[in-house]
């Protein structure tokens, strides 16, 4: 299923104009996106393009300094600047989130039963040995080997790869309906990633549950989503259906980051690197933030900031360059990612 | 376990059989004895008795092997002024000195923790800020300029509370005051620096993050892992709760075990000294020992020490 | 020059005492257990495995870092000295090293320029008062401007940093670069720059590369000959096309088919099963045998050894032996 024919029936998660500063500097420039039940959403893109932010945003995670403004609707009830109360229910219990190195981000003096159990009792509203229960079954869910004991361990006393595991079975403890994935295999050996992206395919077809995939290894992202947004400096540069995003990118940062990978298969060819550097947040461009690297610019392009635009049926870009060749659709805003 | 206990044990030891020589070297090595306790101008006769009496005329080297092996059968000697057992002398002030240190603890850990956390939940607020200026200077101001200061404010200008002596509770309100701020001070700063450092880590983001109250989540994820620092310094105010007060007793003429420790320093009371700082020795190095237990107990990491190193 | 290759490493091994418990008794941990590989002048060896393979402490091995507990290092023929004697540090301006953090390399109290005229000070190359020049130069050859050179580490970004660390590495006209992981803290279109670089200064320079890394993708790029690496032994060996579009040992085949591409995927991927194994607990047999699908009886008492293959690979796996020796039965 990708996002545009999804859109007839309402998204459990819309994400409208989120912008992000710290200290005056804009780091997220107004993100539209919409995530549907059960969907696979990827956001790829280099470090500080603001795919992790987009979501410690919507969640309320970010440090205080940051000043937010936009909106992110879940079931139609409002999230930014909601109650604590409102944001704590929905933390863990409709939107779940995992992050990188989880040797770090589970608590290292609490037992992992305990806070798997935390979770359990805060959102299915168990107690005691029934906690305790449930936690087994959630790590016997994720592949833990020995679950009844590891229930006892700590954080230090398993692989990476089990931690992961862990956090993912903290996840589902509230029977969310998105998983946010932030990085969950960067920390991870070649085929722990492997094992870990099954696990988190596996549960997402058999819960319905919508994962969201913050990921800079584009490989990673285009064999677990169904859906890509590609994100640079702030935005969302283009977004489309994975197999079609990867087949023929129309963005020329999408072009650019295909281009500079090095094939695994077939004859080696020289790399293509995408010439300079990210613009800092402080000091972005006029217009297109990419517009300075970019092979294909031209005047109009530093003159003002390309639209999300439909390009093909199906698929949307922000560059002035690539050409339209879609109807014009006779849909009111909002238009979501 | 056992190996652990051991080792320590084995360290504690040793750091006080450091002491010991150290004082004994430092001691012998700044005066003689017999001619500080019977003053210069006395008979030389009665000089020569005396230094006969307590062995002061073998060699250096015997007399600290003999003072050694005294210690260890428990034998701290006699105290050369009087002639009393040192360790009574030392165990009679006591109590004056832990009715200072014990309720300046209690001030030091009642103020500092929570002020520490208050400052670290709420970094760069008015309080914050007054918390720290507040810290900075009650660790800068050394304790007798501070005790100084609060006898010229409160006995001299209010003339609320006296300035010296050990009549009654009221005469111990200052010196604790004094010894407690500063203690407080330090304890704020350590802890602040301890919750800060802790409420960065990603784990307490991922309590939020699965929907844990942010006051559990400082409760139950930020002050396990923040007590492990904070312990140390807190393990370190226990063990001076004998030796801690020095200056306080003396500027408030408080008959403790600090005033003790400055006459015999004086008089070169040598086994006085001893053990004085024979105590003070080992009360550091059980509330250092106690620490390390406390570690294991705090983070499990340290409990299972699997640790690899090359070799 | 001599005939002889660049760098050999022999039969290296490197051992680690581990203590597991307060209680425990200290066990030797084999980090790198008897690896051989050479890499000739101007061709890349390609070094791959997962963490715990004992890939990175090969390459202080190669770089005479660390002393092999057996087998020895020969550079140009010849052994490497110990460590920190003058006859050492004298080769160690031929053979230099690259790190993956190149943050930690610098010193943020140096400006660039000065931390890549270093070596010309400490190698007393050329003329004092030309030095500048020659360190500007290299800094253009890595492609950072004059004006960069000015700059303090934490003022660059990842990138530009890892550039200044390869020019200064280049200082001393090394014939031997051992890169650990040089690109993998970068950012996939500056990763590219890098790579394309390395390999651009190894045309010109005639450079040997030991090049180790994780990531499949950067290794084959980059590499002439690829050698696989799983608990301290290499498993796979040979030309970096052959053993990477047709792995012959299961866990190079595991390892190809679950490196993440983009795009559709030829092969399906194999997700083995169970952590990479501890090198306190080293399996026996193969070590492999515990993760591997085609894992026979001989494999869990028999450890293989690297043997040819007739497509002139080396393999240690005796499965890919039996097979081989079947083919040539049958034909």
Not at chain 2, 151 to 174: C, D, M, T, Y
Not at chain 3, 40 to 69: I, M, N, Y
Request: net charge positive; hydrophobic share 45%.
């Amino acid at each position: 299923m990708t996002g545009l024919t999804s859109r007839e029936t309402s998204p459990l998660v819309a994400i409208r104009d989120l912008a992000v500063s710290f200290d005056g500097v804009k780091v997220l420039h107004g993100i539209d996106l919409a995530i549907h039940r059960g969907e696979a959403v990827g956001l790829v893109g280099e470090s500080g393009c603001g795919k992790s932010v987009t979501w410690l945003a919507a969640l309320g995670l970010l440090p205080k300094k940051a000043t937010i403004s936009g909106s992110v609707m879940l079931d139609g009830g409002e999230l930014i600047g909601a109650a604590p109360a409102t944001l704590d229910s929905v933390r863990g219990g409709r939107i779940a989130m995992i992050f990188q190195d989880p040797a770090s981000a589970l608590n290292p003096v609490i037992k992992l039963g305990r806070q798997v159990g935390e979770a359990l009792a805060l959102h299915g509203g168990l107690s005691g040995k029934a906690i305790r229960a449930e936690a087994k079954r959630l790590f016997d869910l994720v592949g833990i080997p020995d679950a009844a004991r590891r229930l006892d361990a700590f954080p230090h006393e398993l692989s990476g790869g089990q931690n992961q595991r862990v956090m993912i079975a903290m996840a589902l403890a509230g029977k969310p309906d998105i998983l946010v994935a932030d990085e969950p295999t960067t920390a991870l050996d070649a085929t722990i990633q492997a094992q870990i992206l099954e696990l988190l395919t596996r549960i997402r077809r058999e819960t319905n549950m919508a994962l969201v995939l913050i990921s800079h290894d584009l490989g990673v992202i285009s064999e677990t989503c169904d859906r890509v947004c590609v994100m640079y400096a702030g935005r969302i540069i283009e977004t489309a259906a994975s197999e079609a995003l990867f087949a023929q990118p129309l963005h020329p940062y999408t072009q650019g980051l295909l281009a500079a990978l090095p094939p695994l298969e077939g004859v080696r060819r020289r790399l293509v690197p995408v010439e300079g550097n990210v613009p800092e947040p402080w000091n972005l461009p006029p217009g297109c933030s990419f517009a300075p690297r970019c092979p294909r610019r031209v005047e109009a392009c530093a003159m003002r900031v390309p639209l999300l635009a439909p390009k093909t049926a199906d698929r949307r870009a922000a560059c002035i360059m690539t050409p339209s060749l879609a109807q014009p659709q006779h849909r009111p805003e909002p238009v979501y990612a | 376990m056992l190996r652990f206990l051991l080792v320590r044990l084995f360290r504690a030891a040793l750091t006080v059989a450091l002491v010991v020589t150290f004082a004994f070297v430092v001691l012998r090595m700044s005066g003689d004895p017999a001619l500080i306790i019977m003053s210069v101008d006395a008979p030389p006769e009665a000089i020569a008795a005396f230094r006969k009496a307590w062995g002061l005329d073998d060699p250096i080297w015997l007399q600290y092997l003999r003072y050694f092996s005294a210690i260890g059968q428990g034998e701290l000697g006699q105290s050369m002024r009087d002639g009393r057992p040192a360790m009574q002398l030392v165990l009679e002030r006591i109590p004056a000195t832990l009715a200072l240190t014990l309720p300046a603890l209690a001030l030091k850990l009642g103020i500092g923790i929570p002020a520490g956390i208050y400052a670290a939940l709420h970094r760069d607020s008015l309080m914050d800020r007054i918390v720290m200026v507040t810290a900075v200077a009650g660790f800068t101001v050394p304790s007798f300029v501070l005790g100084l200061v609060l006898v010229l404010v409160f006995s001299v200008q209010l003339g609320w509370l006296p300035s010296g002596g050990q009549e009654s509770w009221r005469h111990a309100i200052l010196p604790v005051l004094t010894l407690g701020i500063g203690g407080a001070a330090v304890l704020a700063r350590f802890t602040r620096s301890a919750m800060l450092e802790v409420l960065g880590q990603s784990y307490i983001r991922t309590a939020s993050a699965k929907g844990v109250p942010w006051p559990r989540v400082v409760r139950g994820h930020a002050l396990p892992n923040a007590a492990v620092p904070t312990v140390t310094v807190v393990g370190f105010m226990v063990g001076s709760l004998i030796a801690g007060a020095v200056v306080v007793e003396s500027v408030f003429s408080w008959p403790g075990v600090g005033r003790l420790l400055v006459v015999a320093v004086a008089n070169r009371d040598l086994a006085v000294v001893q053990c004085i700082l024979l105590l003070v020795a080992m009360t550091m190095v059980s509330a250092n020992l106690i620490v390390d237990l406390l570690y294991g107990v705090l983070d499990p990491r340290l409990r299972s020490g699997a640790k690899a190193g090359a070799h | 020059m001599s005939s002889a290759p660049l760098l050999q490493v022999r039969g290296v091994a490197r051992r680690y005492a581990m203590r597991r418990g307060l209680l425990g008794r200290s066990i030797d941990v084999r980090a790198v257990d008897g690896v051989s590989l050479t890499v000739e002048h101007g061709r890349t060896l390609g070094l791959v495995g997962e963490s715990g393979s004992g890939k990175s402490t090969t390459g202080r091995l190669a770089l005479g870092l660390e002393p092999p507990d057996d087998g020895d290092v020969m550079f140009k023929g010849a052994p490497i000295p110990p460590a920190g004697t003058l006859a050492w540090r004298q080769l160690r301006a031929r053979m230099q090293m690259i790190y993956q953090d190149p943050l930690g390399a610098l010193d943020r109290r140096l400006s660039i320029l000065e931390q890549v005229r270093e070596p010309y000070d400490v190698h007393g190359l050329g003329e004092a008062g030309e030095r500048d020049a020659m360190a500007t130069a290299l800094l253009q050859a890595v492609g950072l401007r004059a004006d960069q050179g000015s700059r303090y580490p934490h003022e660059l970004s990842g990138g530009q940093r890892q550039r200044a660390v390869i020019a200064r590495a280049l200082a001393t006209k090394p014939d031997l670069l051992v890169c650990d992981e040089p690109v993998s803290a970068l950012d996939v279109s500056i990763q590219a720059q890098v790579v394309n670089l390395l390999v651009d200064l190894q045309q010109e320079l005639g450079l040997g590369l030991l090049f180790i890394s994780h990531d499949l993708k950067v290794i084959r790029q980059v590499s002439h000959r690829v050698a696989v690496m799983y608990l301290g032994r290499i498993v796979e060996e040979g030309d970096a096309d052959l053993l990477l579009a047709s792995p012959a040992h299961p866990y190079t085949e595991a390892l190809v088919s679950a490196s993440p591409v983009p795009g559709r995927r030829a092969r399906p991927r194999i997700v083995l099963q169970g952590d990479p194994p501890n090198p306190a607990a080293r399996p026996s047999g193969c070590a492999f045998h515990p993760r591997c699908h085609a894992a026979r009886e001989r494999c869990k008492v028999e450890s293989p050894r690297l043997l040819p293959l007739p497509d002139g690979r080396l393999t240690a796996c005796h499965v890919a032996h039996d097979q081989a020796n079947f083919l040539k039965a049958a034909s």
